[in-house]
């Protein structure tokens, strides 16, 4: 069987969308390429594939970045050695969706990885004050805590919640190929219902699911649609 992280999930385009990101970016992310005659390596890729599918690793890799790029700013090229560090100390090839570096003494390779990139400070997202305790700081705190692992310690990231973990929507690559869903059903879907004129009561009984459960659902969705326009 292919390791989860592995599988295809979305091409390019639909990923784009479901991470709120341009196509173009999500792709110089994915295959590199040149600008102004030099050829610039890929950030969730060792080489460059000419695939236009990507795996669900690269999408829980690329929430990551997206998280740091817009929240702090952080240079494409100091992410780009921060997380080719983490992958060849690691020997994986989606390190941000393995649960090690996030936990217990594997957060040490945050901090390694940090002053290999030359983050200053301030970019960290790992710091270590003087109690000795390595804590995560808030871009990584926000990823993190939309992401849920298979195992504490060594396992990989099997779920994204994309609207925070209070919200039912959850991407999850074993249930409707990934598309974002509650319960099982596509907020796509419940909220395609509303705009055709069904009322949120009758599309909550029609796919037996909580008020909530659909106006999570409608938010999510609309939220989408901002976010793109």
Known sequence: MQPLLDRPLYDETLAAQVLKLSPSTLHWWLEGGIRNGRFYEPVLRRTPTGQHVVTWGE???????????????VRLSK??????YLRDELDVPYPLASARPWVGAGRRLFVDAQMRADLPPE?????????????????????????EFDDDQEGFVVRLWP???????VIDPEVRFGTPSVRG????????????????????ADFN????????ALSYENHQLRSAA
Do not use: K
């Open 163 to 169: 609207a925070g973990r209070e919200s039912p929507v």
């Open 209 to 216: 699911l909580d008020l909530t459960d659909v106006i999570a």
């Open 79 to 84: 992410l780009r050695v921060f997380i080719a």
């Open 185 to 204: 059903i596509p907020t796509e879907v419940l909220a395609e219902q509303v705009v055709a004129g069904d009322s949120i009561e009758s599309v909550s």
């Open 59 to 73: 999408v829980v890799e690329a929430r990551y970045l997206r998280e740091y790029r817009r929240t702090l700013g």
């Open 123 to 147: 970019l960290w997202a790992c710091v270590e004050p003087h109690t000795g305790v390595m804590l995560l700081t808030h871009p990584a705190e926000s990823f993190l805590e939309r992401v």
